[in-house]
């Protein structure tokens, strides 16, 4: 026998290794996916924080747009209307509509000054409230109900506590 072929004969195959398995990932794809959650966990979050408008300066916003309108048109029951239904609105956005809808009277203006730490309704402006809207003439001077109303809108919290 050829003695390169019997040294041959003595060699062993060549093995390679093994393949290098996908797990467990490595340092640097841990650290991606901990991003990734933390990026779909906080990017709505400060959307909402950017996006956020206080309840109270949208309420005194579509206040002055109520204003706007009675100066142009001096019509006081509608006035008193709108201001009743704004109320009703920043009420159900501050306590929830199943607390807020079903209220009438003194109670309903109880609520409303609930809202606040003074109590900007008082007596002649409550009945103002309560009963103005469904009357068709009006002799009362709508300035202090517009006053009391700005008053409350401005003591409002930014957001509701719910």
Request: net charge positive; proline share 6%.
């Amino acid at each position: 026998m050829n003695p390169q072929l019997q040294n041959a004969e003595t060699l062993r195959d060549i093995h390679l290794p093994d393949a290098v398995s996908w797990w467990p990932p490595a340092i640097g794809w841990w650290i991606l996916v901990a991003l990734i959650f933390l990026a779909i966990y906080f990017i709505p979050k400060l959307y909402r924080h950017f996006t956020f408008k206080p309840l109270n300066k949208v309420a005194n916003i579509a206040f002055q747009q109520i204003i706007n309108e009675f100066q142009k048109h001096n019509n006081a029951t509608q006035l008193i209307q709108e201001i009743s239904k704004l109320l009703r609105q920043i009420s159900m956005s501050y306590t929830g509509r199943e607390s807020t809808a079903q209220l009438t009277g003194d109670k309903w203006v109880a609520s409303l000054n609930a809202l606040t730490s003074e109590d900007y309704f008082n007596s002649d402006i409550s009945q103002l409230i309560i009963s103005a809207p469904y009357q068709k003439k009006i002799n009362i001077d709508p300035q202090i109900l517009i006053l009391a109303t700005q008053c409350w809108i401005e003591a409002l919290p930014a957001r509701p506590s719910k």
